[in-house]
């Protein structure tokens, strides 16, 4: 069993940056490949980023690309989601999870999930 927590959510204003986590409980979160989604009130779970376990490959849904950045520190056992240009429509609930299979866009390409940590953008 992998234990995920994220961190680092909060209120922002619209342009500005911010950096949630992702710690993992096991060392094993080295071999996992990891994810992050978000859902927003009213809305489905969608997929934002993922990375491979060696941090070799990764894939950023349209919206994000150019602005989020993934990435992971195995020695530290935690994940990151660098967030730039925040926008309004970039409030949620952000949580991380982890695969013991390959790297994937869907909810259920991953057997582990974090509680989320909440962003909000205000315009």
């Known amino acids: 069993q992998v234990q995920l927590a994220e961190s680092g959510g909060g209120l922002v204003q619209a342009g500005a940056s911010l950096r949630v986590s992702c710690a993992a409980s096991r060392r094993t979160f080295s071999s996992s490949a990891m994810g992050w989604f978000r859902q927003a009130p009213g809305k489905e779970r969608e997929f934002v980023a993922a990375?491979?376990?060696?941090?070799?490959?990764?894939i950023y849904a349209n919206s994000v690309k150019g602005r989020f950045t993934i990435a992971r520190d195995n020695a530290k056992n935690t994940m990151y989601l660098q967030m730039n240009s925040l926008k309004p429509e970039d409030t949620a609930n952000y949580y991380c999870?982890?695969?013991?299979?390959?790297?994937?866009?869907?909810?259920?390409?991953?057997?582990?999930w974090g509680q989320g940590t909440q962003v909000t953008v205000s315009s």
């Open positions: 990375m491979t376990w060696d941090g070799r490959s990764t």
């Open positions: 999870a982890a695969s013991r299979g390959t790297i994937g866009l869907k909810e259920s390409d991953y057997d582990y």
